[in-house]
């Protein structure tokens, strides 16, 4: 069984632009989590999306978003982009939402530079 | 202060030694308690994941949890080289968020 793929691997982008980030699940898992981590803070969590609706939020400004789809393939967009932005973003997929799942298995995930 | 923390390392020990992994926490409400390991380039795979206080054994690796405490702990008995990795905790509230520690670096040396 496939694992989690994101992409792209490796992003670069000026201050000010905007980025989309692509999560394609495990196939059957419906839940996808979105962290950013970096070596200062470590794994932080954005969002938790669950049959294409938003079920759970972390403390991150409105320039991050996301959605997802039918079939729980999912996309992260951050706009304005800042320095702080540069991190390793993660996707993880769980079969179901994470108040009823511990599992969650990552992906590799997107590093992103703001230059 | 940050809901869990962790001591970020680097922890370098020979091969064959007990390595000791901790976290503490702030929230007495987090019920769920993660261990992940993280080799550079990837992402964090799940080693293991206790409910509330105890201990849970898995191969090389115990996994302990002290609520009264606010600490959790990863043992690995027997360390190889190929256990050389980011470490990170993890826990989990009554409204589903994970929260996770900043992650410890450990080198394992042949």
């Known amino acids: 069984k496939a694992g989690v793929t994101q992409t792209p691997r490796y992003l670069i982008k000026t201050r000010g632009q905007q980025v989309t980030l692509s999560c394609s699940p495990i196939?059957?898992?419906?839940?996808v989590s979105w962290y950013q981590q970096t070596p200062g803070q470590g794994l932080q969590f954005l969002f938790e999306?669950?049959?294409?609706?938003?079920?759970n939020k972390g403390n991150f400004p409105g320039r991050f978003s996301g959605r997802q789809f039918s079939n729980s393939r999912s996309e992260m967009n951050v706009s304005t982009l800042e320095l702080g932005d540069s991190a390793l973003y993660l996707c993880?997929?769980?079969?179901?939402?994470?108040?009823?799942?511990?599992?969650?298995?990552f992906g590799p995930g997107t590093r992103l530079t703001v230059l | 202060q940050k809901e869990v923390e962790q001591d970020p390392g680097p922890l370098s020990v020979p091969e064959g030694a007990i390595v000791s992994l901790n976290c503490t926490y702030s929230?007495?409400?987090?019920?769920?308690f993660m261990w992940y390991r993280q080799y550079s380039r990837k992402g964090p795979e799940l080693l293991m994941y206790?409910?509330?206080?105890g201990n849970k054994e898995d191969g090389r690796f115990t996994a302990q949890v002290d609520k009264s405490s606010k600490y959790i702990s990863l043992f690995i008995r027997d360390s190889q080289p190929s256990d050389s990795a980011t470490y990170l905790c993890?826990?989990?509230?009554?409204?589903?968020?994970?929260?996770f520690g900043s992650g410890t670096k450990l080198n394992v040396k042949p």
């Open positions: 993880a997929s769980s079969l179901g939402l994470t108040a009823d799942y511990n599992e969650q298995f």
């Open positions: 196939s059957g898992h419906r839940s």
């Open positions: 999306y669950f049959s294409e609706t938003q079920r």
């Open positions: 929230n007495s409400a987090f019920q769920y």
């Open positions: 206790t409910y509330s206080s």
């Open positions: 993890a826990m989990k509230n009554n409204f589903n968020k994970f929260y």
